[in-house]
C-alpha cells in the first residue's frame, strides 16, 4: 500500500513538472520580446499588466498536470486513458507553439492561426478526458476560459496593428 502511494505522489508530480516545463520553455521566447517588440504593438484596453500572466500560466499549467493525473489514475494501459493523454500532450505542444510563433517569430497572425488550433485541441482533450474523469475536465476549464481571453487579446493586437 506504502509504493502505490508514493508512485501515485510521483505520478502527480510528473504530472505538474510536464505542463511547468512546457511553460519555462515558453518563457524564454515571451521574456526576449515582451521587453522590447511587444511594448510597440497597439494594444487593446483589457489587455492585463504584464506581471498578470507568469502567475496565471503557473496555476494553470499545475491545474492542467492535476487534470492529466486524474485521468492516469484511471489506468495507463487503458484506451481511453492512452487517447486522452495523446490529445493533452498535443495541445501542450501547441501550446508552446503560440509563444514561439507570437513571441519567437514575432507573427501576429501566426499567433492568431495558433491559438485558434489550440483552443480547438483543448476542446478536444477536454471530451477525451471527460470519458475517463470528471474532475480532469473541470480542472482545465479556467485553462479554456484563460486561453478563449487570450484568443480574443491576440486577435485585437492582429487587428490593432495590421495594416490591412
Known sequence: ????????SLLLVF??????????????????SVTGWYLTLNKPWFTPPGWVFGPAWTILYILMGVAWWFV????????????ATMWFLVQLVVNLLWSLVFFGMQSLLGGVI???????????????FSKVSRESVILLI???????????????????????
Open 72 to 83: 492516469l489514475r484511471n489506468g495507463i494501459d487503458s484506451p481511453s486513458v492512452k487517447t
Open 15 to 32: 504530472c505538474i513538472f510536464i505542463p511547468l516545463i512546457i511553460g519555462f520553455i515558453g518563457s524564454f521566447f515571451t521574456m526576449t
Open 142 to 164: 479556467p485553462y479554456l476560459c484563460w486561453t478563449l481571453f487570450a484568443t480574443i487579446l491576440t486577435i485585437s493586437v492582429y487587428l490593432l496593428n495590421s495594416t490591412m
Open 1 to 8: 500500500m506504502k509504493n502505490r502511494s508514493l508512485s501515485i
Open 114 to 128: 495558433v491559438i485558434l488550433i489550440l483552443i480547438l485541441l483543448i476542446g478536444i482533450t477536454m471530451l477525451s
